[in-house]
């Protein structure tokens, strides 16, 4: 069954929502996610249910609070994400093309475009940025971190078996991922390989100026990028799988919300080209 633009949706909040929430919170994060995008398939919805449910559980579990806005339909106001301590963006879609140049119609395995909606998180990006907060972006979320930031996208991979699974198996796999020394997932991580959980057939292409390459798979393709000076770290693998180690998962999490309980929307106290890039997007193709 395939899910078409304007049909009933296919995942509903109360089916990601973890029902617990933490008396005190330690911090409020604002998490922005398409829970139902177009041509969702059963097996995809069961993805977004696993992903998104495991990603607000774990919140929880370290303390924090969440609003969740789901971009499947337009938000009342991207601006709103700002008033919260912290920005978790999710996977979901591909990213439409023309956001970085590209105007392909016929990209192999394309699926999910939205383009209302990547607006949507690019605006919610650049309101985060600007009121200085932290940003933990993954799959989807890595992606429109770059585009935002001028950088572009790989719009499919062709050699795609270290990053996902072919025709009739499994899409997600286990990757090995090298993560690079001295970046700041180095610093969370605390190791020099991981073995993550990726099911992806883009990636980021030119990085975005001000932003490092802090991971790499084997055949070279960037798998993680991080701002030079503000926290804002973007992961193409997925930690929110629940397939994936408790552990990686638990420290980038762990990392990302005590960074937003502190206020932290930085490494140091220089500004951010991503508002800038942020805005110019915000202002094209609308």
């Not at 220089?270 to 805005?279: D, E, K, M, Q, T």
Request: proline letters at 5%; aromatic letters at 6%; charged letters at 20%.
């Amino acid at each position: 069954m395939t899910v078409r633009a304007g049909a009933a949706p296919l995942v509903r909040f109360d089916e990601v929502d973890p029902g617990a929430r933490p008396e005190r919170p330690v911090a409020r994060i604002a998490v922005v996610v398409s829970l139902n995008f177009p041509d969702m398939t059963e097996p995809v919805a069961d993805l977004v249910r696993a992903f998104t449910g495991t990603a607000l559980a774990t919140l929880v579990e370290l303390g924090a609070a969440f609003e969740l806005f789901d971009t499947s339909s337009a938000l009342a106001s991207s601006s709103a994400v700002a008033d919260l301590d912290g920005l978790l963006v999710l996977g979901g879609g591909d990213v439409d093309g023309s956001l970085y140049g590209c105007y392909d119609a016929t990209i192999p395995n394309s699926y999910g475009v939205d383009l209302r909606a990547d607006h949507n998180t690019i605006d919610a990006l650049r309101a985060v940025v600007a009121a200085g907060r932290p940003v933990l972006a993954i799959c989807r979320g890595a992606q429109l971190v770059n585009v935002a930031g001028g950088g572009s996208v790989i719009p499919d991979i062709e050699d795609y078996r270290l990053h996902r699974g072919g025709p009739g198996e499994p899409m997600f796999v286990d990757e090995a991922v090298t993560v690079v020394e001295g970046t700041r997932l180095a610093s969370l991580v605390q190791s020099e390989r991981l073995a993550v959980r990726s099911g992806h057939h883009q990636a980021i292409d030119r990085v975005a100026d001000g932003f490092v390459v802090c991971a790499r798979a084997d055949d070279g393709i960037v798998e993680g990028i991080e701002h030079r000076e503000r926290w804002i770290l973007a992961l193409q693998w997925h930690p929110e799988d629940p397939n994936g180690p408790d552990h990686d998962r638990l420290g980038i999490f762990r990392a990302f919300v005590e960074a937003a309980a502190k206020g932290c929307g930085s490494w140091s106290a220089i500004g951010s080209p991503l508002v800038h890039r942020a805005a110019d997007h915000g202002r094209s193709g609308r």
